[in-house]
């Protein structure tokens, strides 16, 4: 394409955007840091992994800042709510390019969309008031890892859903052509055809769908129960690490609102993780 | 006719795909069908003329929903009107001019996946901590706006990344070989092309912006009052639903009313960019 004088501008222009929204991320980073600086400085990270329990209100000489349980507990609801949203969410995506008459399709993406948009906060107050009473009704006391689980993994699958929508979406229209031209089965077009040309928007999806379950706060805070514990059974309340960020923050003060800016480091931390293991899985396939 | 019939035979591992994928419809479906039922049923009930035009009473308990209503709104544009323009500006760089494996768009890319898997609580004491204090803004619909603006901004670039992308590459190539300039192949070719999945992003953007909770609780504050201007604090719906819920006893009722007005503005957004993609499309498939 000619470079011509406003499109050395619009280049720019696009340039400069892009820079922006990519240096958001580190801003907050800096921030989160500078604020966590304290807790890791005196307590000290050592502290955050070995200690026995979480109670960083108190004094220095008794305070405990131990949080592998809520580790623990977010890890158990983020996993349980992917084991329930991905393979809903990829098989739904599936049925709109595989299996529905187009009629059918376009409303049924409609009704995805509108699962997307409803609000953290109303899954949790149906999840308090419907899906809670169900649980305790199977074993007390009902707001546990199983309740949270469901809630969260409900909340994300239209989110993995729609992606992986978009990522089949994506499909050249020229080679899915050509594998009808050579008689290719629905199925064999999906295997051979639509997976390796979606394979990164597959990813991704995966990715932005533990991320959310993972960050998810209000949900999380109203049906998980909250209780400190490493959960023996599904139906253990557990407290999650966002959730005691929630809890906690409004009364926080000095290391103990800087021992909270830890634990969002940590999370922070496994997001990251998250992300390069997707972007390293996603190349390496790709390329192959 | 012998190529349908040869489509028409699949193996018992096609017909156990076949019945995963319309199972998982079916599950997706009732699910639905379940939660906005029980939030109708719950809801409409509470729901009349007064409840929408009235300011709230008695911590929410009595009155309407009309200050929490402007203020979710005036959240709402503050957001948009920062967050679209970079958001089509970095998925026109992204997937246009850094096609492919370039350094700068991979760099673009994973910072915005990063800030994707930001919790929005984090975000909450980032803009808590940027917008109100550094900035001076204070608990406003100002911090509120800008703060969920970082918040949707990746959704938003990835989902208009993923539109732009789905244009066919012929465009490219037949602009290429028309010598057109990439400010007209952009304006007049490829954003008109996808406009259904820019639509689409914006949707999402829209959505998750609404759905937010925990970064407004920390940013514009839950002040429940008639906003004055934009540095005034003001209660987005959301919140006034996890207010109500969690907050004020016997307070449920009001909390499942405003969040059936919350679901209910979500779906006329949803119908009304719906609309408005298919004025954008029709004229020019037609011609």
Same mark, same amino acid.
């Given at each position: @394409? #000619?470079?011509?004088?406003?499109?050395?501008?619009?280049?720019?222009?696009?340039?400069?955007?892009?820079?922006? #929204?990519g240096?958001i991320?580190?801003?907050?980073?800096?921030h989160l840091?500078?604020?966590?600086w304290?807790?890791?400085?005196t307590?000290?990270l050592?502290?955050f992994l070995?200690?026995?329990a979480?109670?960083?209100?108190?004094?220095?000489?008794?305070?405990?800042?131990?949080?592998?349980? @809520?580790v623990?507990? #977010?890890?158990?609801?983020?996993?349980?709510a @992917?084991?329930l949203?991905?393979p809903?969410?990829?098989?739904?995506?599936?049925?709109?390019h595989?299996?529905a008459?187009?009629?059918?399709?376009g409303?049924y993406r409609?009704?995805?969309e509108?699962?997307?948009?409803i609000? #953290?906060?109303?899954?949790g107050?149906w999840?308090?008031?419907t899906?809670?009473?169900?649980v305790?009704a199977?074993?007390?006391?009902?707001?546990?890892l199983?309740?949270?689980?469901?809630?969260?993994?409900?909340?994300?699958?239209p989110?993995v859903?729609?992606?992986?929508?978009?990522a089949?979406?994506?499909?050249?229209?020229?080679?899915?052509q050509?594998?009808?031209?050579?008689s290719?089965?629905?199925?064999r077009?999906?295997l051979a055809?639509?997976?390796?040309?979606?394979r990164p928007?597959?990813?991704?999806?995966?990715?932005?769908?533990?991320a959310?379950?993972?960050?998810?706060?209000m949900?999380?805070? @109203?049906?998980?129960?909250?209780?400190?514990?490493?959960p023996?059974?599904?139906?253990?309340?557990?407290?999650?690490?966002?959730?005691?960020?929630a809890?906690?923050?409004?009364?926080?003060?000095?290391?103990?609102?800087?021992?909270l800016?830890?634990?969002w480091?940590?999370?922070m931390?496994?997001?990251?993780?998250?992300?390069?293991?997707?972007?390293?899985?996603?190349s390496?396939?790709?390329r192959? | +006719?012998?190529?349908?019939?040869?489509?028409?035979a699949e193996?018992?591992?096609?017909?156990?795909?076949t019945v995963?994928?319309?199972?998982?419809?079916?599950v =997706?479906?009732a699910?639905?069908a379940? $939660?906005?039922?029980?939030?109708?049923?719950?809801?409409?009930?509470e729901i009349?003329?007064?409840?929408l035009?009235d300011?709230p009473?008695?911590?929410g308990?009595?009155?309407?929903?009309?200050?929490?209503?402007?203020?979710?709104?005036? $959240?709402?544009?503050?957001?948009l009107? =920062?967050?679209v323009?970079i958001?089509?500006g970095?998925?026109l760089?992204l997937?246009?001019?850094?096609?492919g494996?370039r350094?700068?768009?991979?760099?673009?890319?994973?910072g915005?996946?990063?800030?994707?898997?930001?919790?929005?609580?984090?975000?909450?004491?980032?803009?808590?901590a940027?917008f109100?204090?550094?900035?001076g803004?204070?608990?406003s619909i100002l911090?509120?706006?800008l703060t969920?603006?970082c918040m949707v901004?990746?959704?938003?670039t990835r989902?208009?990344?993923?539109?732009?992308?789905s244009v066919p590459?012929?465009?490219?190539?037949?602009?290429?070989?028309?010598?057109?300039?990439?400010?007209?192949?952009?304006a007049?070719?490829?954003l008109?092309?996808?406009?259904?999945?820019?639509a689409?992003g914006?949707?999402?953007?829209i959505?998750?912006?609404?759905a937010?909770t925990?970064?407004?609780?920390?940013t514009?504050?839950?002040?429940d009052?008639m906003?004055g201007?934009l540095?005034d604090?003001?209660r987005?719906?959301?919140?006034?639903?996890?207010?109500l819920? +969690?907050?004020v006893?016997?307070?449920?009722?009001r909390?499942?009313?405003?969040?059936l007005?919350?679901?209910l503005?979500?779906?006329? $957004?949803?119908?009304?960019?719906n609309t408005?993609v298919?004025?954008?499309?029709?004229?020019?498939?037609?011609?």
């Open positions: @394409m #000619s470079r011509s004088f406003p499109d050395a501008i619009l280049v720019r222009v696009l340039r400069l955007l892009a820079f922006l #929204s240096c991320v580190l801003f907050v980073f800096l840091v500078l604020e966590a304290p807790a890791l400085e307590p000290g050592r502290r070995t200690d026995d979480w109670r960083p209100a108190g004094g220095p000489p008794d305070a405990r800042y131990g949080f592998a349980p @809520m623990v507990g #977010s890890l158990a609801a983020t996993l349980g @992917m084991l949203a991905a809903l969410g990829f098989c739904s995506a599936v049925f709109c595989q299996c008459p187009p009629r059918l399709r409303a409609r009704i995805v509108l699962l997307a948009g609000p #953290s906060v109303v899954y107050l999840g308090l008031v899906l809670a009473p169900l305790r199977i074993e007390p006391p009902g707001p546990s199983l309740t949270g689980s469901l809630v969260l993994g409900l909340m994300i699958l989110t859903a729609l992606l992986a929508d978009a089949f979406a994506s499909v050249p229209r020229a080679q899915l050509a594998a009808a031209a050579v290719l089965s629905r199925w077009t999906l055809v639509h997976l390796p040309q979606a928007g597959l990813w991704g999806a995966l990715l932005l769908g533990t959310r379950a993972l960050g998810e706060t949900a999380v805070l @109203m049906v998980c129960g909250n209780v400190i514990q490493v023996k059974s599904v139906f253990n309340p557990v407290r999650t690490l966002t959730a005691d960020i809890l906690e923050l409004g009364y926080a003060t000095g290391t103990h609102r800087s021992a800016f830890v634990l480091l940590f999370l931390g496994a997001v990251v993780v998250l992300v390069a293991a997707a972007e390293l899985l996603g390496n396939r790709a192959a | +006719m012998p190529v349908r019939d040869e489509r028409r193996s018992p591992g096609e017909l156990v795909l995963l994928a319309c199972g998982s419809a079916v =997706v479906f699910v639905f379940w $939660i906005v039922g029980d939030i109708v049923r719950h809801g409409a009930s009349s003329w007064s409840f035009v300011p009473s008695r911590a308990r009595a009155g309407g929903i009309s200050s929490v209503i402007v203020s979710t709104l005036e $959240i709402l544009l503050v957001c009107g =920062v967050a323009p958001g089509v970095a998925a760089f997937a246009e001019v850094a096609r494996g350094f700068a768009g991979r760099l673009v890319r994973a915005l996946d990063v800030l994707a898997g930001v919790p929005s609580i984090v975000s909450g004491l980032f803009g808590n940027f109100c204090v550094t900035l803004l204070g608990f911090s509120g706006g969920l603006a901004l990746p959704l938003l989902s208009l990344e993923l539109g732009l992308r590459d012929d465009y490219r190539m037949a602009a290429a070989a028309l010598d057109l300039s990439s400010t007209r192949f952009f007049q070719i490829l008109p092309a996808a406009a259904p999945g820019l689409a914006l949707l999402l953007g959505g998750r912006a609404m937010e925990a970064a407004l609780i920390l514009s504050g839950s002040v009052r906003p201007s540095l604090s003001g987005a719906l959301s919140v006034h639903v996890y207010e819920a +969690m907050n006893p016997g307070g449920e009722a909390a499942y009313a405003t969040a007005v919350l679901v503005l979500l779906v006329a $957004i949803n119908l009304l960019s408005m298919h004025r954008l499309v029709s004229p020019r498939v037609s011609a």
